[in-house]
């Protein structure tokens, strides 16, 4: 079993800046790309930003700029470091991986459990 568990939300004034962290553990044998996908109230689940495992990215057009998202392979981890934060930008931040599991071989997508970002004065 794999599981994500993410840290670093909390409550930040528009302008300031936040770092979300995820670590994946669990029976990994390789962890592919991962990702950051946000949901706010009454909204579908977006994705912000992801990273393949050879460190190419891709972002949303409303975080480009702002958010940059980076990788540890060694550690399985994953990092959102956000800047310029935005009203907008407030919702629950989620992540997920493709993993390869040492036990089966398999390739199997995660979540984690999310963590609250609110940007207001």
């Known amino acids: 079993q794999v599981q994500l568990v993410e840290s670093g939300g909390g409550l930040v004034q528009p302008g300031g800046s936040l770092r979300l962290s995820c670590a994946a553990s669990?029976?990994?044998?390789?962890?592919?790309?991962m990702a950051w996908y946000r949901q706010a109230p009454g909204k579908q689940r977006e994705l912000v930003a992801r990273?393949?495992?050879?460190?190419?990215?891709d972002y949303a057009g409303s975080v480009k700029g702002r958010f940059t998202i980076s990788r540890d392979n060694a550690k399985n981890t994953v990092s959102l470091q956000m800047n310029l934060l935005k009203p907008e930008d407030t919702a629950v931040y989620y992540c997920?991986?493709?993993?390869?599991?040492?036990?089966?071989?398999?390739?199997?997508?995660?979540w984690g459990q999310g963590t609250q970002v609110t940007v207001s004065s």
């Open positions: 990273i393949t495992h050879y460190d190419g990215t």
């Open positions: 997920n991986a493709d993993v390869r599991e040492r036990t089966t071989m398999k390739t199997n997508n995660y």
């Open positions: 669990g029976t990994i044998f390789q962890t592919y790309a």
